[in-house]
């Protein structure tokens, strides 16, 4: 005979919003509260058509941009007359996705091959690559006496000196403060931001989703249920904290970071936070401990309703949803924590 009680509402009690403050901003990836100080501009440039994510729900923020990737963002912002009719680059087949955009921004004088039949459309792409295209897309020109305030400027490229310049004197490249780091890749988190500044300003600031306050019947927020779904599938890796990989206090942390609750790192500490309620009284949300063998805490989950719930076990090796008759016949429950 199951434990867990049946809920009302088919099975789904989530997760309302305060309800006497404004209503927090809303962003379209689960990973912007991993880039405060890029998640404005990357809203502003999903809205506009201009970015996308890796899929509908991650952006990937510090993945490195391509040169195929750079040109196919850029190819949709600019347009400028056609100077080059030929096509030249063997390794950019009309069959390829980039195909069209690496094709106009090549015909628009924009970008050039590292060879004069090579391309490389794979290769990451440098800041000061990025910066030499990026100059020459908007016209950005180098002007006056300006000294560059980047610690390690000597670094950066002859033929790259002026458009970073350029850039930089333009307010573009603030985000990278002292260190320019030319020969580091540039990030999609960092293109967004240089996009956003030159397209439509300085961003918004980051606006974190505020604190859930209470459970409601009446407002049924799918928040809890599309963060964890975003997530099904990361790896397990011991100690993990982030999509890269999570271990059972990670995910849980994770989760619930991303509806504005911290909860403490570890699964014991976690055990500290909230009301207790009972194993039949169990809610979507609560969080079941586990002593798996060890005499004490040792595993956590977030129940998601029909006797069911999300969590990363290292015998799973990943993110997964599993029905709890099996961790309720083979291992103790220490307790139900509701963190709200």
């Known amino acids: 005979m199951k434990c867990i009680r049946k809920l009302s509402l088919s099975g789904l ?62 190819a949709k912002v600019v347009n400028k007359p056609m100077i080059k009719q030929a096509f030249p680059f063997e390794d950019v087949l009309s069959n390829q996705w980039y195909y069209p955009s690496v094709k106009k921004m090549y015909g628009m ?47 950066i490229s002859a033929w790259a000196f002026n458009s970073v310049t350029a850039l930089t004197q ?31 300003g300085e961003p918004e600031p980051y606006d974190p989703p505020k604190k859930l306050a209470s459970r409601s019947n009446e407002l049924i927020d799918q928040r809890l249920n599309k963060v964890i779904h975003t997530v099904l599938g990361v790896p397990y890796v011991y100690g993990g904290t982030t999509t890269k990989g999570f271990d059972c206090s990670g995910f849980t942390g994770y989760v619930y970071k991303q509806l504005g609750v911290d909860l403490p790192r570890d699964s014991r500490s976690q055990f500290t936070v909230g009301e207790k309620v009972s194993l039949s009284e169990m809610a979507k949300g609560d969080l079941i401990f586990f002593d798996t063998g060890g005499g004490s805490i040792s595993h956590v989950g977030i129940y998601v309703g029909n006797d069911k719930m999300a969590h990363a076990a290292s015998s799973q090796s990943e993110v997964k949803i599993d029905n709890l008759e099996w961790y309720l016949k083979n291992y103790k429950v220490v307790g139900v924590k509701r963190p709200m």
């Open 13 to 74: 009690l989530i997760f309302s919003l305060f309800s006497n403050t404004a209503m927090a901003k809303e962003y379209h990836f689960q990973d912007a509260g991993q880039i405060p100080w890029a998640a404005s501009s990357v809203e502003k440039l999903h809205q506009e058509g201009i970015m996308n994510g890796i899929n509908d729900t991650q952006f990937s923020p510090h993945t490195p941009m391509t040169r195929a990737q750079l040109a196919t963002v850029l």
């Open 109 to 155: 004088g924009l970008i050039k091959g590292i060879s004069e039949t090579e391309f490389d459309p794979n290769r990451q792409i440098t800041r000061e690559e990025a910066a030499v295209i990026l100059a020459r897309t908007f016209d950005y020109s180098y002007k006056g006496l300006y000294s560059l305030p980047f610690g390690d400027k000597k670094n």
């Open 170 to 200: 333009k307010g573009v490249f603030a985000l990278f403060q002292n260190q320019f780091q030319p020969k580091k890749a540039i990030t999609r988190a960092e293109l967004a931001v240089i996009l956003h500044h030159v397209l439509y």
